[in-house]
């Protein structure tokens, strides 16, 4: 059975604190993908990660995919209000499906 | 360049009524998904289409529901007799080709079935 989960599943930290999301999934893949949604509105995409190694970095959030280990993690530096969200991560399959995590509430406090 | 357009953003029915949702994806985008999410949950696919075809209906609850794209841009997603449980937001979402591309969702019509 394919999956596709993520720890933590919530998240509270102090700004300016670091911390990573973890997203672990159960079969081949080298397309994965971030996203951010905000309560009541739509999803955002952040990264598409397309091979083994990949790292990409867009002001606070750093993405990286391991494939080998199935494994991409979503890592925040010094972390902000305006970071606080629920952050999704989903596989491409060969099958052209998309499978999302859970998510991960993030909440930056002040 | 307009995003996905997605109306209602609210809908309110009683179970067993009939609702429909519909969605106008990004210009020339040719894939179109819907999505279901359930609070507290991540997106679920229900049907993709590549224009006109539905390439992956496996998780549709065909009794129930059916979703049409007749001219491979605009579509409708409709429930026909809703239950409580479709209470959820469906989320429309569209990529260029195939499913191996970015895909730019709507914001989702809230459904609640009381």
């Known amino acids: 059975e394919l999956k596709v989960e993520q720890n933590p599943l919530f998240l509270s930290m102090q700004e300016g604190k670091n911390y990573t999301i973890y997203c672990n999934y159960s079969t081949t893949s080298d397309r994965l993908y971030w996203y951010r949604q905000d309560p009541g509105k739509s999803l955002e995409s952040l990264f598409v990660l397309l091979s083994n190694g990949a790292v990409k970095q867009e002001g606070r959030l750093m993405a990286s995919l391991d494939t080998k280990a199935r494994l991409s993690t979503l890592h925040i530096t010094a972390a902000v209000h305006d970071l606080s969200a629920t952050y999704f991560c989903a596989l491409a399959t060969g099958g052209f499906k998309t499978i999302f995590g859970a998510g991960t509430r993030l909440f930056v406090k002040a | 360049e307009a995003g996905v357009v997605q109306s209602p953003r609210y809908k309110i029915i009683e179970k067993k009524q009939p609702v429909a949702f519909w969605c106008n994806p990004i210009s020339g985008h040719n894939t179109l998904y819907w999505y279901l999410q359930n609070l507290g949950q991540g997106p679920e696919l229900l049907i993709r289409y590549e224009n006109e075809e539905a390439v992956d209906d496996s998780q549709l609850p065909k009794d129930r529901f059916s979703a049409e794209r007749l001219k491979g841009v605009d579509s409708t997603l409709k429930i026909q007799p809703a239950e409580l449980g479709d209470s959820a937001v469906y989320l429309c979402?569209?990529?260029?080709?195939?499913?191996?591309?970015?895909?730019?969702f709507g914001q989702g019509t809230r459904l609640t079935v009381v």
């Open positions: 979402a569209s990529s260029r080709a195939g499913g191996d591309t970015e895909a730019f």
